[in-house]
């Protein structure tokens, strides 16, 4: 059985590999495998970690194009869940609807703001929708496209078919095949979620010529500061915005 299933996901890796979607492994509980040792005291950027040679180490950034890479990790680790990259890397932005945000869906659809493109059944009973990344950067986030719609895109992954659920059993099915083209992302979606691009830097902040900060200003940035910095991991650009 345990062979059956390696053939099954490297069968569906290379699917995967050949729409240029880079692929990796998860552990069977949905969560990258632990790093290495060495990786958890030496590779602390992105940077880093892209460049780590370890077969699995440093989750999404340990996803590849290469075959035998791909069937290494899944010989090595059977039991894992199947997963790919997002991002600009991939060309993919996902919406992943949770089941408390299915309503919302139907009503987006309804609307013409989810239109047809490639999408999967998760193992929860949501649904993953692909769609052509835009360009710029789309971060992943919880809750970014709504309640109970989390963005899958820049610094994010997928869990994809046929990898099964641990937790429900249920295995995540393509009911709008991947091998159709991605469908780009709507306007709607691209001015909601595309991160602005940072002005360069000129220098410190300074206030103009002969003003001086009122105490009421201040404590209100500070205010607004420990706003951004306590809210919910995932929630802080929009609170910042």
Known sequence: MTGQREAELIEA??????ADWPVFILSPT?????????CKAEHTTSPQMEACTCLTCHGFYAATLDLGRIGDMIRRHSRGLLAMRT???????ALDIDPPGIETMRI?????????????????????????????????????GGPGIDVKADGGYLVVAPSIHPATQKPYTWVVPFTEPLTPMPDFWVRRLREPERPARSGSLRLAPGRQSSRYGEAALRRELVGVLESAEGARNTVLH
């Open 13 to 18: 890796a290379a699917g995967y590999v050949a």
């Open 30 to 38: 949905k969560v990258p495998i632990a790093n290495c040792d060495r």
């Open 87 to 93: 991002g600009a890397v991939s060309g993919t932005a």
């Open 108 to 144: 987006l659809v309804a609307d013409g703001l989810l239109p047809r493109t490639p999408a999967q059944v998760t193992g929860r009973g949501g649904y993953h929708m692909l769609y052509g990344h835009p360009g710029g950067k789309i971060s992943s986030g919880a809750g970014k």
